[in-house]
Nanobody
């Protein structure tokens, strides 16, 4: 039984920063990968960034140069540093993790960027 709990969302003005955190708890063995998705109203959920067990990272083009994903496997956690936020970044952000070769989703945390 695994849970992913996100935190760090909130309301910020354009140009501001937020740092999202996601911690996995439960029967965690191997962390195969972790990442962040987001879903804006009326849009499909999209991959924002992910990080592999070897530390390799990927980013959607819209956030390259502004967001940084990192992980701390010892703490079963993944983070998303979000800088120079734009109104179009407004969405619910979801943590995703592949643990023991099984995918898991967090409950989501709201990020709202005002202009």
């Amino acid at each position: 039984q695994v849970q992913l709990v996100e935190s760090g969302g909130g309301l910020v003005q354009a140009g501001g920063s937020l740092r999202l955190s996601c911690a996995a708890s439960g029967n965690i063995g191997t962390i195969n990968g972790m990442g962040w998705y987001r879903q804006a109203p009326g849009k499909q959920r999209e991959l924002v960034a992910d990080i592999g067990r070897d530390g390799s990272t990927r980013y959607v083009d819209a956030v390259k140069g502004r967001f940084t994903i990192s992980s701390d496997n010892a703490k079963n956690s993944v983070f998303l540093q979000m800088n120079n936020l734009k109104p179009e970044d407004t969405a619910v952000y979801y943590c995703y993790a592949v643990l023991n070769l099984i995918g898991h989703w967090g409950q989501g945390t709201q990020v709202t960027v005002s202009s």
